[in-house]
């Protein structure tokens, strides 16, 4: 990436995201684990993952935080 450009310029995307959107988050230094451990006692019956067909991008199913952790 070029440092002298902003990073909008260099991802095409942008042009159409969404205005109250911003291009990038802030995410804390801790493993996936660490968030899914304490997300799964707050949200354990809510969609975690939806596996999609690349070919039809059709759900072929989904995971809520109670079952990815238990997997």
């Known amino acids: 990436m070029n440092a002298t450009r902003p990073v909008s310029e260099d991802r095409s995307w942008f042009s159409a995201w969404p205005g109250h959107l911003p291009h990038h988050l802030e995410y804390p230094l801790v493993s996936a684990t ?21 070919e039809s991008l059709g759900e072929i199913c989904s995971l809520t935080y109670r079952e990815l952790w238990t997997r």
């Open 34 to 54: 660490w968030i899914l451990e304490r997300t799964v006692d707050r949200f354990p019956d809510r969609t975690a993952v939806i596996f999609v067909d690349h």
